[in-house]
Each structure stands twice: as structure tokens, then as C-alpha cells.
């Protein structure tokens, strides 16, 4: 099994955290693991990212880090260097896929429809992010895919708040939720970490009674 999708669907909820200053990784991962959420998706949307993920391995050697909106190989190459230790893409495209497996990277292709998920699991993998989540059909939709495709596995990002993150968690197909509320721009803005804590806490408090936890890898294993 691999490590990282089983690391994914014990801890269940994943911050998405897009960093405008490196320095503020340190103190995110501080009050990750204080929070008992020992885990980040850094989002590739600012240029901050890189040097982040390279903070936040070094001061928070506790957290699993991830790269998120990863777009191009060239991108894969740079969250591989950083350290980071899985990646996370809004859609499905082939040569991201093919670097991270490649590098041994873990990788969670972004699928919304039948489609994507034909697509991802023709390339081997079982584990996806199902992205934008709640404007993609949200729960309903989910459960539509539930049936046609049994061995998959999602990870719903967007649109997914404090107040909805449960229900998510407890379908059958879902290994973990990602979402901003944990740690979103204003409260790294303003160093907020004790907020950070409290809300990671919440989240990591959640009994995902229903959810499976898959023995899936997306990892070149997987697909060879």
C-alpha cells in the first residue's frame, strides 16, 4: 500500500493553502501538528510555493507536505526538488501524470466527470481529486460515480466548508476532502496560527465513520 494514499485517508481532511510568504511555513506547520493535522496541500498559485514546501519539510518535519495546482512537468520537477511528498493537479494532463510517475511521485489527477475518470484509470490509478467538487454536481454526483466505478477512489476539493466536510467524508468512495477553510490567505496574512490550530483541531476531530480506507497507490507500481 502506499504510504502517502494511506496517510490521505487516516487523516482525512487536507488544508489547501496557497502562501504569499515563505517564512509563515514554519508557523503553519506548527499549528498543523499542534492542531492534530499533521498534513498541506502548498498550492502552486503563488511564488511563494517552492521555497514554502522547503520551509515547511525542514521546520515541520512531521507534516506530510504536497504540491497542489501542479499544471506542467516543469512545475512536477520543481515540487520534486522542494520535497514535496505527493502532488495534487486540478485537471488531467497526461505528461504531468507521466513526470510524477516518472520520479516515483504520487499524484492525484483532477476529474469531474465519467470521462476524467475513464481517462485516469486507463493510466492505472485509482485515487483522484474530484475538482470543483461542490459546482461539479457535489454530493449527487459523487454518488453517481460511486456506481459505474466502484474501485475508485476521490479526494473532493472545492467548495467544501467547516459545515459540509462530514458529509463528504462519510461516502464510501471519498479518501479524504481538501479544502481552504483550515488555513485560507487571511489568517497567514496575519499570522493568525492559534486560528490555524483551532480549526485543524475541528477537523481533524471529525469520525469519518463511513468512510473506507482504500488499499490504493497512485504510484508507478500501480500502473506498470
Not at 510555493?49 to 495546482?69: C, E, F, N, Q, S
Not at 501542479?70 to 494532463?93: I, K, M, S, W
Not at 481529486?129 to 453517481?144: D, I, N, Q
Request: aromatic share 4%.
Amino acid at each position: 500500500m502506499n504510504d502517502v494514499a494511506a496517510h490521505l485517508a487516516r487523516l482525512g481532511v487536507v488544508p489547501v493553502v496557497a502562501i504569499d510568504r515563505a517564512a509563515d511555513a514554519a508557523g503553519l506547520g506548527e499549528a498543523l501538528l499542534a492542531g492534530g493535522l499533521p498534513v498541506a496541500e502548498i498550492t502552486f498559485r503563488t511564488a511563494a510555493a517552492a521555497d514554502a514546501i522547503r520551509v515547511l519539510r525542514r521546520a515541520a518535519p512531521g507534516v506530510l507536505v504536497g504540491a497542489g495546482t501542479v499544471l506542467d512537468p516543469a512545475t512536477v520537477d520543481a515540487a520534486h526538488e522542494a520535497g514535496a511528498r505527493f502532488v495534487v493537479t486540478p485537471g488531467t494532463n497526461a505528461a504531468v501524470v507521466e513526470r510524477c510517475l516518472r520520479l516515483g511521485l504520487p499524484v492525484v489527477p483532477g476529474v469531474n466527470s465519467p470521462t476524467g475518470v475513464e481517462t485516469v484509470r486507463a493510466m492505472g490509478l485509482r485515487l483522484m481529486k474530484f475538482f470543483p467538487a461542490v459546482p461539479s454536481g457535489g454530493l449527487p454526483m459523487l454518488r453517481a460515480l460511486h456506481g459505474p466505478y466502484p474501485d475508485v477512489r476521490f479526494m473532493p476539493t472545492g467548495g467544501i466548508t467547516a459545515g459540509t466536510f462530514r458529509d463528504w467524508l462519510a461516502e464510501p468512495n471519498v479518501t479524504a476532502v481538501g479544502g481552504t477553510w483550515i488555513a485560507p490567505a487571511a489568517l497567514l496574512a496575519d499570522r493568525r496560527f492559534d486560528e490555524i490550530a483551532r480549526r485543524a483541531a475541528q477537523a481533524a476531530g471529525a469520525d469519518p465513520a463511513g468512510r473506507l480506507t482504500p488499499s490504493i497507490t497512485n504510484s508507478p507500481e500501480e500502473t506498470s
